[in-house]
């Protein structure tokens, strides 16, 4: 079982800095892409951030230039380095992963890709 766990959150004034990390734990054979959503109060949930296995990234344009995603391949880890904080960051910050899993039945071996969510962490910014 895929599990993803995340850290990092807190309080943070406008201007500073927070770091994110999202470790992915299991029978993982590859991770095809990590994500950042983020979710505000009485708002939808929306891609932050996200890193594909080749190492291409997309952002929000909200965050350009203010955040950056990385992966760390050989932990299955992947980081959100916040920086230039705003107010409107404010929210529930979820790592999601695309994971190809090694499943095994009776002696049988095969592979199972399926998508993954973290239980999220919030990120409070204050002006």
């Known amino acids: 079982q895929v599990q993803l766990v995340e850290s990092g959150g807190g309080l943070a004034q406008a201007g500073g800095s927070l770091r994110l990390s999202c470790a992915a734990s299991?029978?993982?054979?590859?991770?095809?892409?990590m994500a950042w959503y983020r979710q505000a109060p009485g708002q939808q949930r929306e891609l932050v951030a996200n890193?594909?296995?080749?190492?291409?990234?997309n952002y929000a344009d909200s965050v350009k230039g203010r955040f950056t995603i990385s992966r760390d391949n050989t932990k299955n880890t992947a980081y959100l380095q916040m920086n230039s904080l705003k107010p409107a960051d404010t929210a529930v910050y979820y790592c999601?992963?695309?994971?190809?899993?090694?499943?095994?039945?009776?002696?049988?071996?095969?592979?199972?890709?399926?998508?993954?969510w973290g239980q999220g962490t919030q990120v409070t910014v204050s002006s």
């Open positions: 999601n992963a695309d994971v190809l899993e090694t499943k095994y039945y009776s002696g049988t071996e095969w592979y199972s890709r399926s998508d993954h």
């Open positions: 299991g029978n993982i054979f590859s991770i095809h892409v």
């Open positions: 890193m594909f296995g080749d190492n291409s990234t």
